[in-house]
């Protein structure tokens, strides 16, 4: 392998050790709703520095939901101003216990900007 390769897989995994650092799961959302986030990760592309970012949710018991819901990733910059934010809808009558969500983010230069993360869950009206 390249230095140049080396250097750019370098990069690429200090900018998702710091997303990963520095988002903020917000559990008792989840928990109030019998969910929980399993875990969570990112992608970043080194041609332009745009963001996918995938969280596992899982039910904490064995019954379905009543309800469908938003899981929702929000970015925010250094001086704590929103720069992206996207959804993902769960739907109760279509979860069997395990969902993956999956966000993009095509901003050229947002996984450069974002210097910090929540997630978060809301019901469906």
Same mark, same amino acid.
């Given at each position: 392998?390249?230095?140049?390769?080396?250097?750019?897989? %370098?990069?690429?995994?200090?900018?998702?050790?710091?997303?990963? %650092? &520095? $988002? +903020?799961?917000?559990?008792?959302?989840? =928990?109030?709703? #019998?969910?929980?986030?399993?875990?969570? *990760?990112?992608?970043?592309?080194?041609? +332009?520095?745009?963001?996918?970012?995938?969280? =596992?949710?899982?039910? $904490?018991?064995?019954?379905?939901?009543? %309800?469908? !819901?938003?899981?929702?990733? $929000?970015?925010?910059?250094?001086? *704590?101003?929103?720069? *992206?934010? &996207?959804? !993902?809808?769960? !739907? /109760?009558? =279509?979860? &069997?216990?395990?969902? $993956?969500? =999956?966000? %993009?983010?095509?901003?050229? /230069?947002?996984?450069?900007?974002?210097?910090?993360? #929540?997630?978060?869950?809301?019901?469906?009206?």
């Amino acid at each position: 392998m390249s230095n140049a390769i080396q250097s750019k897989i %370098n990069k690429k995994e200090k900018i998702i050790e710091s997303l990963i %650092n &520095n $988002t +903020d799961v917000l559990e008792m959302q989840f =928990e109030s709703y #019998r969910l929980k986030v399993s875990a969570f *990760g990112y992608n970043v592309s080194l041609n +332009d520095y745009r963001l996918e970012a995938f969280v =596992e949710i899982i039910s $904490t018991d064995s019954q379905k939901l009543d %309800n469908d !819901y938003r899981v929702k990733i $929000t970015l925010y910059n250094d001086k *704590g101003n929103i720069v *992206g934010s &996207n959804g !993902y809808s769960i !739907y /109760g009558s =279509e979860f &069997n216990g395990l969902q $993956t969500c =999956e966000y %993009n983010f095509y901003e050229d /230069g947002i996984a450069l900007m974002v210097k910090k993360i #929540r997630i978060f869950i809301v019901k469906e009206m």
